[in-house]
DNA sequence: ACAGATTTGAACTCATGGGTTCAACTTAAC
DNA sequence: GTTAAGTTGAACCCATGAGTTCAAATCTGT
């Protein structure tokens, strides 16, 4: 019998293979065939471990969008002990939360999450729900901390969770809508999202880009 | 000879027959005959006038882009001559666009558009390219003109359209991924846009949202 | 009414790919 | 070595749907 260590294994590649797979093609395009090559398997070993394409699917976009939200959420932890220097560490998380948003991966989860709702319903669960929207809570718990420390503006903290991440996401995705940007662009961005989101919701006494009011 | 007008019709009728059924079923699963049904016409007859299931997508899809753009673009116009109420006038236009974007049609559009691009990567040329950034340079066009006559602060128009949008479409995207929002919805989104954005982008001695500090 | 173009419905060909079957084979535990 | 679970490759069945063919029906300008 094999080890029960290399079932898993097995079970993982395919999931793995799976995503590239269907990033790669669409959904309909990708044939299960072309996933067990990817993953070093053999086609009934695939319907083995996971009975149909449809539940094939659905177990590699859930594995997949859990590992992207922890990814945030790690970025995000770098927000709970700011420094002095608000600005800076805004720009750093903003910029790395971009980056994870524009990772390859990351495109193409979203891209079939988005394509494949009509047929996969219950896969909205991942990005609505209970477990949905995670990042911008998250973000919205660290904003609220710093508008109670006196940091921000005392405003709706889901509010202005969503439109920072809209004024970082917008963007990159208006202009580089396929392919990821170079990093450059991507600092480019998350600097002027920061910019855009502190003249809106700094501390009343307003402290706008290069000089501060009275510490 | 059926009459030119007749055949354009008949041409029309499946090309919008198209999108909806693209919308409805996605590129794979919509098969011809049922769009053939859709616009009331026989299987053959779509054939005639377009000449593969490829070009049938993206004929259908370059149409119903022009068309969408087109609203955009109407919508935008109101901005070029603003009362003296800015505020009120940009509300306006930002519900507005936001309806556009949130329109059943456009939803689908953007959908297809996004999920078909590894298959369709000319139809990229819909949302890049030279006819792509339309909207966007649009809306900029009008904030430059805004800045010129000093209602908003001197700031790269084009950033600033960029952010105006991230900040209508962010939100409704991240909050009704699928259906279109009650117009409630999109009326608070707008407003909490247009607030965020006037703070951050206000004429110089900046009028905050009740309060003018020293005129 | 006539002619030329178009439309129609139905049947047909053909490629693709999901899912299954099965006998041979590998692997790890005892 | 034996055993049992799991894997493999190849062949297979079958539904689906793109695209075509064609003779009959329909339309339109004159």
């Known amino acids: 019998m094999p080890t029960a260590r290399g079932r898993i294994d097995k079970r993982q590649a395919i999931l793995d293979a799976a995503i590239t797979v269907f ?3 669409g959904y309909d395009q990708a044939c299960v065939q072309e996933i067990a090559d990817e993953a ?8 083995n471990h996971l009975t149909d394409k449809a539940t094939l699917f659905r177990e590699a976009m859930t594995a997949a969008t859990g590992a992207a939200v922890a990814r945030h959420l ?13 600005r800076t560490v805004l720009e750093e998380v903003a ?10 991966r990351s ?8 394509a494949e709702t009509a047929r996969f319903p219950d896969l909205l669960s991942l990005v609505r729900g209970p477990s949905g929207h995670r990042v911008t809570e ?6 609220a901390r710093l508008a109670l420390a006196g ?6 903290p889901s509010l202005a969770a969503e439109q920072l991440i809209a004024l970082l996401t917008g963007p990159a995705d208006l202009r580089w809508p396929v392919s990821s940007p170079p990093d450059d662009d991507l600092a480019t961005i998350a600097h002027a999202a ?5 003249r809106a919701f700094a501390a009343d006494p307003p402290v706008s880009q290069e000089r501060a009011i009275h510490t």
Do not use: N, S
């Not at 790690?74 to 608000?86: E, H, I, M």
């Not at 910029?95 to 390859?104: M, P, S």
């Not at 940091?151 to 709706?156: I, K, P, T, Y």
């Not at 920061?194 to 502190?198: A, G, P, S």
């Open 23 to 25: 990033a790669r093609r």
């Open 40 to 47: 070093g398997v053999a086609k009934p070993t695939v319907y």
């Open 74 to 86: 790690a970025t995000l932890d770098r927000l709970a002990v700011p420094g002095d220097d608000l």
């Open 95 to 104: 910029l790395d939360l971009l980056r994870c948003h524009c990772d390859e």
């Open 107 to 114: 495109r193409a989860v979203r891209r079939l999450l988005h």
């Open 138 to 143: 998250a973000l919205a718990d660290r904003l």
């Open 151 to 156: 940091r921000l503006r005392g405003a709706d």
């Open 194 to 198: 920061v910019d855009t989101f502190l």
